[in-house]
């Protein structure tokens, strides 16, 4: 019922129209969508967002009214349509992702505000932009991962700072989730209780407007509705005198979300946030009917580092197999990331929530309050490079297969574990033992482990990484260095086979040609990695590259190359002798 007026709705019939004009209101914040590149050319750099159709006029003046909504593209500047805002739009329709919500793809030439957004939207935009206002003058991890941890705003957090999180398993900190919303009540409880409202149906009915605007401020991301309807739920029940279960709360927040939003479930973010939940839920309550107060303060500390070890791992089992399912390799640094990064969360979160409140009334006082919370997100900053290079993701087959393997691996182990726990202390001794062992083989590189195939080969020097179409060769310069010869179509692939090959510096980008059958994606690269793009003497690329002569040769760590002009195939082409010593003869 929510997906059939997407696919053959009232927008079917207007698909391919080129000079439509289309009146919408926009229902999210603007994402920044990277031109890409076709030959010499580079595409403009766009700006996309969510939106509701209300009316269609098509080329031939009829115009058609409507309720769907659609992804609007275009090249103006939208960093500032803030949701709610009423748009005219003048551009071409074309089809849309019925599986994401989506009608229809309006990719606009002209667009006209007709009217802002509505107040709460006013008040949340003020409130976010008073958070990014406070770390303004700070170095650029603060300016990216405080408003990250508090709303969820990561628009402002480098690529290379977001692959370091991503590949240390910390990225889940910068997706709003129950941790979120546990700082903001705890926030609000202390207020309310500074005014002595302490209890009853009052305290209630504010704590929920403070949850459902807090939504409206970190923008009703999946993670977000997860944890707000689990309290609402909460509320509700405490309002009525229920008493339900935590794994009853998590049931009935997920079914009324997927009731009033089916998309939600194929959303993987919104997966992620609800394994997560449960695997949390399951074990804190085993945990809870064990538990025995201890007056010692060692033992105290053993059991708060045993209890955040646990949540740590439990959270990470739970969502290994969506994780290795889309290609992202089984994430070993998890654990420990997390480990390490946790303590500094929740003080950044609750001083971020305080400046970003300040900062309306006095903006000089929000920089001060917001200086310790960017102390706190440097050293989580810090900790996600440090694991992502010394721990990066495992590589794991992806898709059904590697998601089922895994989902084995994680039964195989709690097995074990439940087979320890009942037997004596030998058992015990010996599980341990395995479990480190079969940690130690999976951390060290391939090379280290006897019998172990090994992958990259110890002391390599060119490598054809498998990108799809296209080729992308790496010749080794240095350690964690090398040169990379194309790309192919997507940087995530040869992004992914540069981090298995543990290079992390690309001095030079040699690009053979240009590509007019596919969209190359050396750009992307060029700016993850600083390298220099280098192209034949004839090119005449529309982006900073260095251009090179016939017979010129280059000297970089190991690698000692000479660019050969061989026009033919196009103008510029290039083709590029390796040396292995730079006094070889010919």
Request: proline share 7%; hydrophobic share 50%.
């Amino acid at each position: 019922w929510r997906v059939w007026p997407l696919v053959d709705g009232p927008l079917r019939p207007l698909i391919g129209t080129r000079a439509a004009v289309v009146d919408l209101v926009t229902t999210s914040d603007a994402r920044p969508a990277g031109g890409r590149t076709r030959g010499s050319r580079r595409s403009d750099d766009s700006w996309q967002l969510d939106a509701e159709v209300h009316s269609v006029r098509g080329s031939d003046g009829r115009v058609t009214q409507m309720d769907l909504p659609v992804l609007l593209r275009s090249s103006s500047d939208l960093s500032t349509v803030l949701p709610g805002t009423s748009v005219k739009v003048t551009g071409r329709v074309r089809p849309g992702d019925p599986f994401r919500g989506h009608a229809a793809t309006i990719v606009a030439t002209e667009v006209s505000i007709m009217s802002g957004p509505p107040l709460n939207q006013r008040a949340a935009g003020a409130v976010r932009a008073s958070l990014r206002l406070s770390v303004a003058e700070r170095p650029p991890d603060a300016r990216g991962l405080v408003p990250g941890l508090v709303v969820g705003d990561t628009s402002q957090v480098s690529p290379e700072l977001e692959a370091a999180m991503r590949s240390s398993g910390l990225s889940h900190l910068t997706a709003v989730s129950g941790g979120n919303v546990a700082i903001v009540l705890a926030l609000v409880l202390a207020g309310l209780r500074s005014l002595r409202i302490r209890r009853g149906r009052l305290q209630l009915a504010l704590v929920a407007v403070a949850v459902v605007g807090y939504v409206v401020i970190a923008r009703p991301e999946p993670s977000v509705l997860r944890a707000a309807a689990m309290t609402l739920v909460m509320l509700g029940a405490a309002g009525l005198d229920l008493p339900l279960a935590s794994i009853d709360l998590l049931g009935w927040a997920v079914a009324a979300l997927v009731l009033l939003d089916p998309f939600l479930a194929l959303s993987l973010g919104f997966a992620m946030s609800v394994v997560a939940t449960c695997g949390l839920i399951l074990i804190s309550s085993r945990r809870s009917a064990r538990s025995v107060d201890g007056a010692n303060p060692r033992v105290r500390a053993a059991r708060a580092v045993g209890s955040l070890v646990l949540v740590s791992t439990v959270a990470q089992c739970a969502v290994a197999p969506l994780v290795v399912g889309i290609g992202g390799g089984l994430q070993l640094s998890g654990i420990l990331a997390n480990l390490f990064a946790e303590p500094a969360v929740a003080p950044a979160t609750a001083l971020g929530v305080i400046a970003a409140a300040v900062g309306l009334v006095s903006p000089p006082l929000e920089t001060v309050i917001a200086w310790p919370a960017a102390c706190a997100v440097d050293w989580i900053a810090a900790v996600a490079r440090w694991f992502s290079q010394v721990l990066p993701p495992l590589p794991w087959p992806s898709g059904v297969w590697g998601s089922t393997l895994v989902i084995a691996v994680v039964l195989l182990g709690g097995l074990g574990v439940v087979v320890a726990g009942g037997a004596d202390h030998r058992v015990r001794r010996v599980c341990l033992w395995l479990t480190a062992i079969g940690l130690l083989l999976a951390c060290l590189p391939r090379a280290a482990v006897p019998f172990a195939s090994s992958w990259p080969p110890t002391g390599w020097r060119v490598v054809m990484c498998s990108v799809g179409q296209g080729d992308a060769l790496a010749l080794a310069a240095a350690p964690g260095e090398a040169v990379v010869i194309d790309v192919g179509p997507d940087p995530t692939a040869v992004d992914r086979c540069l981090q298995r090959l543990a290079v992390r510096t690309v001095p030079l980008l040699v690009l053979t040609h240009f590509h007019a059958d596919f969209l190359s994606g050396h750009l992307e690269l060029a700016a993850a990695t600083g390298a220099m793009i280098g192209y034949g003497a004839a090119a005449k690329p529309e982006f900073e590259a260095r251009l090179f002569e016939d017979g010129e040769r280059h000297s970089l760590g190991r690698v000692e190359l000479e660019m050969r002009l061989t026009p033919g195939h196009t103008p510029e082409s290039m083709s590029i002798v390796v040396w292995e010593h730079p006094d070889d003869p010919a």
